[in-house]
């Protein structure tokens, strides 16, 4: 079965600081591994994904994630942090190796960047 | 182009009653899902629909709960004789297909509250 943890449920970061948001994974094939944000009042929207090729990806927004298969983690990183980017961020999964379409999403991690 | 479209987007009813959630996917969107988003939970997978393939049930908590997908468009999620447990805010999402991990593009939700 796959799964998907979010160590944190909060991350709090001064504006300009480098920020990290941690996930890790567990499925038993190929990983499809993807970032979404929610907004407040608004609905989630995609940031990135991995699906093959380089371990870091980039996205929207300036956030990018590496790929650790033999850490089984996908964590969500930029460099230097917006207060617009204080959101909830959620990590999802899919086993790309199996049959299923079914998408596996952590309980999501609420980031606050403080002027 | 226009976006997933949810409706209504706040329901409450009494318990007992029956529910039903509208989703209008994207225009030309094979892949149909639907999760339930809980107040300090991540989302949880309840249904997925691709094409004319026979939709994916094993997210649905309980047989009160149940989907259906017409003309390969709209979708209706039922919830037969509400609980006080089915409130929370209920998300579709559509991609192109699920072959390759397509982004899914949600709703903006349906805030279900059953008193």
């Known amino acids: 079965a796959q799964s998907v943890a979010q160590p944190e449920d909060q991350v709090n970061v001064a504006e300009g600081n480098p920020l990290t948001v941690k996930c890790t994974y567990s499925v038993s094939g190929n990983p499809y591994l993807f970032w979404y944000v929610q907004y407040p009042n608004r609905g989630l929207q995609f940031l990135l994904k991995y699906i093959t090729g380089d371990n870091l990806v980039k996205g929207s927004y300036g956030f990018e994630a590496e790929f650790n298969k033999s850490q089984t983690s996908f964590h969500l990183k930029k460099p230097s942090a917006l207060v617009s980017d204080s959101a909830l961020y959620f990590c999802?999964?899919?086993?790309?190796?199996?049959?299923?379409?079914?998408?596996?999403f952590g309980t999501g991690t609420r980031l606050k960047v403080l002027a | 182009g226009a976006g997933v479209s949810q409706s209504p987007s706040n329901k409450v009813t009494e318990k007992g009653k029956d529910v039903e959630l509208r989703c209008d996917p994207i225009s030309g969107h094979t892949a149909l899902y639907w999760y339930r988003q809980s107040l300090g939970q991540g989302l949880e997978f309840l249904i997925y629909f691709q094409g004319n393939s026979a939709p994916d049930k094993s997210g649905l908590p309980s047989d009160r709960f149940s989907a259906e997908r017409t003309g390969g468009s709209v979708s209706t999620l039922t919830i037969q004789r509400t609980q006080q447990e089915d409130s929370a805010v209920y998300l579709c999402?559509?991609?192109?297909?699920?072959?390759?991990?397509?982004?899914?593009?949600f709703g903006p939700g349906t805030r279900l509250l059953v008193l």
């Open positions: 999802a999964v899919r086993d790309g190796s199996s049959g299923t379409y079914k998408y596996i």
């Open positions: 999402a559509s991609s192109l297909s699920s072959g390759q991990g397509e982004t899914q593009y």
